[in-house]
């Protein structure tokens, strides 16, 4: 999943971006109203991170904006040092899914990440079942039946995406944007989104027949439940 860190305070954007990368997120990083605009108007995210001290604009404005652009899903949560009730209410009342006064716990953070994502996609728990596949989004792991599946960091971000969003075609550019990040910085004659997909399934049909893993032909791919 990819997060966008809107925070102009250096160090505490340097310490979530660490905390988050090493938890398998593909994290970009905006000081600025402006920058952030740049990045949003270019790439989908999964979370946007958002602080509302911005050193061009009030963080509330960037939100305004962003909830006004058609067909986004990105959530986006506040993190702010402003903890008065009101700019709670504001923040969520304005679209926000959480809001997270500063200084904050990191693990507090990514609780609240994993909760979005079972709210987003419906989830009972952070483990998702898929043809006697499980996924755990918390401990990032793959298992058939007891066994664990060693999966490289790209291959897990790849099936859990599949996953979450089974039943949709998802492009190659798609998932390269959740993946990999910034899409213009990636050389789209390139066909490692397809090196790693086989890779994938081939360390996936070890344990099954993955007749549900489809190839969408010049698209992309789905995974049919």
């Known amino acids: 999943m990819n997060v966008l860190i809107v925070e102009d305070e250096k160090s505490l954007a340097l310490e979530i971006d660490e905390f988050l990368s090493r938890e398998g997120f593909t994290v970009e990083h905006a000081r600025t109203r402006r920058s952030a605009e740049e990045k ?27 909830k006004k652009l058609p067909n986004r899903t990105d959530a986006v949560i506040i993190l702010t040092a402003r903890g008065a009730v009101d700019d709670r209410i504001k923040g969520l009342e304005e679209g926000a899914d959480d809001y997270l006064p500063k200084p904050f716990s990191l693990n507090e953070l990514l609780a609240r990440m ?10 009972d728990s952070n483990e998702i079942n898929i043809k006697g596949f499980r996924i755990n989004i918390q401990n990032r792991t793959v298992m058939y039946n007891d066994e664990r599946i060693n999966l490289t960091k790209k291959e897990f971000e790849i099936f859990n995406y599949l996953v979450l969003n089974k039943n949709r075609v998802i492009s190659r550019t798609n998932l390269t944007e959740h993946v990999w990040g910034d899409v213009l910085e990636i050389n789209s004659d390139s066909n490692f989104v397809d090196v790693h997909v086989k890779n994938l399934r081939k360390k996936l049909s070890a344990f099954a027949p993955l007749d549900w893993f489809e190839t969408v032909r010049s698209i992309g791919y789905r995974i049919n439940i």
Do not use: C, E, Q
């Open 40 to 66: 949003i108007f270019v790439n989908n995210y999964d979370f946007i991170l958002l602080d509302l001290g911005l050193p061009d604009s009030d963080g509330f404005d960037l939100l305004k904006m962003f």
């Open 114 to 123: 994993h909760a979005i994502t079972r709210r987003k996609h419906k989830l």
